[in-house]
């Protein structure tokens, strides 16, 4: 076991040091982008775990809240001159705040009525963004100054660089919390919740609340990300920041890796964007990637159900356990 | 220490519980008994607050409790076990035992999940049913009486001082009846309270010190083992015109 978790560390570590020194070793403006938006995904994905994952409620809303945080930090940038760098982590306070009215409402519901509550969320929130035209642009969108520091604009070799680092703090973040939630008394309940919500509610959990909390933490990467995604691109507009499919990307990615586990979704993600990009580089701007995507699934559900990091622990524990009747007997 | 005051509860056209007065004494073994869809359970799922009563009212330590959640109810003191065995089946038996919480403050809330003290606690219930060796399983793995136990065993964790039993021998073989049984009597002489919804006659009349009987969701008798055994209602109730036994 001890050495089971040290090498888990050892492992750890070497992720860490590569995603550190990716951007001084890979030049490629192409692969530092692609880096950049599966570090995004994961963190997306790693988010929604913490409600959809833990505690098994399906949302497919959750691009609301990554749109969200973008428009606050496109607006606190544009009117106010607030580096999204900095504004991005203290706005998405707000949308967090917001999630958890919105939990409040939308977590009277449950199963399939929720995932459609989720959906009209965004779709709602799109209505919003586009109608507000004299805050939001309208379908125009916002664009925002090229991306810089303290007057300085930064060069098209380096400007990946910066996304990158702060992609990679908002990932660790985001994974820290994540296990930290996993190993309370609130991740516990959580777990609760999605096996036996009413046993839950019986043993003393306040459900509601827990709940609420769940998709308030959840919002709130979801938000962060957002935020630096729309400096990343310098633009958003409704259709694209407000999208289902954006929604959908995060939940597919967490269940191909694993739902309700720490690392599933990050691994989710390293295979699923990486592996998109190269389809869409290769076969063009086809709908090919999505048809791949669709295939992979499928693959994972007939023969993983439970995503690939479970069933991968499962085998090793069989292993284990054969091994150890081996050496009984 | 529990009254339940005129309680009704309707599910449709059909009244389950139709004005229905009892008390639990404080230091009791009390038997809820009845013929099937007397609403003994829907009793119970009143008081443990996961059915709102239409009229009447319920206090415990005479305070109201009849408009609180059941987390809050829980938290109160009160304790239940599902007719049904319900436990977090992808959950090791271990933390199965953990989940139940008394007190959750917000400190407690993002505190270690399994703690040191707890885990001590969980393990010393699970000796106490002898399924010590399966804390690290999975609790879909156990055999159906050994989930009763363990579901039994983690209500005791959040040290509920009224604990509701809903069947608790339903389905159990008479081994486990009898260690269900003693465990009762042994936590009931150390000062816990019970209330027992229980349709093994043998176990009630051995166990109860006091037993209410419901029929069409109104109390039709109340009294010692002895008495009830002998009141015509009762028997009229079990075996009169109609068709359910109750044993």
């Not at chain 1, 938006?37 to 988010?47: I, K, P, Y």
């Not at chain 1, 609130?186 to 959990?205: H, M, S, T, Y």
């Not at chain 1, 990300?225 to 507009?237: C, E, K, P, R």
């Not at chain 2, 229905?20 to 799922?45: A, Q």
Request: charged share 15%.
């Amino acid at each position: 076991m001890k050495r089971f978790l040290f090498s888990n560390r050892v492992w750890l570590v070497i992720a860490l040091i590569i995603l550190l020194v990716y951007p001084l070793v890979q030049h490629s403006q192409y692969y530092q982008h692609v880096m950049i938006m599966t570090m995004m995904a994961a963190v997306l994905a790693s988010s929604w775990n913490i409600l959809g994952g833990y505690a098994g409620y399906t949302s497919l809303g959750h691009a609301a809240f990554f749109g969200l945080g973008g428009y606050l930090v496109a607006l606190a940038h544009n009117q106010l001159g607030w580096h999204p760098f900095i504004s991005t982590w203290f706005l998405a306070i707000i949308v967090a705040g917001v999630a958890l009215i919105l939990g409040w409402i939308s977590l009277r519901t449950q199963g399939s009525a929720f995932v459609v509550v989720t959906i009209a969320m965004v779709f709602i929130f799109r209505l919003v963004a586009l109608n507000l035209s004299s805050i939001t642009n309208g379908a125009r969108g916002l664009t925002q100054p090229r991306p810089g520091w303290g007057g300085v604009q930064w060069s098209p070799e380096f400007i990946k660089v910066p996304f990158h680092y702060i992609m990679l703090i908002l990932l660790c973040l985001t994974i820290f919390i994540s296990w930290r939630i996993r190993q309370s008394k609130f991740g516990l309940g959580l777990i609760a919740i999605r096996e036996d919500e009413g046993k839950a509610e019986a043993v003393g959990i306040n459900t509601m609340l827990y709940k609420v909390l769940a998709f308030g933490f959840s919002a709130y990467f979801m938000a962060v990300a957002g935020g630096i995604y729309s400096y990343f691109f310098t633009y958003i507009d409704p259709q694209f920041i407000f999208d289902v499919f954006t929604g959908v990307t995060m939940v597919l990615i967490a269940i191909l890796g694993g739902r309700g586990t720490l690392w599933g979704p990050v691994l989710g993600a390293f295979i699923m964007e990486p592996l998109g990009n190269w389809v869409i580089g290769t076969f063009g701007g086809t709908q090919i990637h999505l048809a791949v995507f669709g295939g992979i699934l499928l693959a994972v559900m007939l023969f993983m159900p439970q995503g690939i990091l479970p069933t991968l622990s499962d085998a090793t524990k069989q292993r284990k356990k054969a091994r150890l009747a081996k050496v009984q007997s | 220490m529990l009254e339940v005051n005129r309680l009704s509860k309707a599910f449709g056209g059909i009244k389950a519980v139709d004005g229905c007065s009892m008390g639990v004494e404080r230091g009791s073994i009390t038997g809820l008994i009845g013929p099937n869809g007397s609403g003994k359970t829907t009793l119970f799922n009143m008081i443990t607050g996961f059915y709102k009563p239409d009229s009447g009212s319920i206090a415990f330590n005479h305070r109201p409790i009849d408009s609180l959640l059941p987390s809050q109810i829980c938290h109160r003191g009160i304790g239940r076990t599902f007719q049904i065995t319900r436990l977090f089946w992808k959950m090791t038996v271990l933390e199965n035992m953990v989940v139940p919480v008394r007190h959750t403050g917000w400190r407690t809330l993002f505190s270690q999940g399994v703690k040191k003290h707890e885990e001590q606690r969980a393990m010393e219930l699970l000796d106490l049913i002898g399924l010590t060796k399966y804390h690290d399983e999975e609790a879909r793995k156990l055999s159906f009486g050994q989930q009763k136990l363990v579901e039994f065993a983690a209500i005791l964790m959040s040290d509920p001082e009224l604990i509701l039993l809903d069947e608790p021998a339903g389905g159990v073989n008479p081994v486990m009846i009898e260690k269900i049984m003693g465990l009762v009597d042994d936590l009931n002489q150390k000062g816990k309270t019970f209330l027992v919804v229980e349709h093994n006659m043998r176990l009630v009349m051995e166990l109860c010190q006091h037993i209410v009987v419901l029929d069409h969701g109104q109390k039709i008798a109340e009294g010692k083992p002895a008495a009830i055994q002998n009141d015509p209602l009762v028997l009229e109730a079990y075996l009169g015109s109609t068709d359910h036994a109750g044993s």
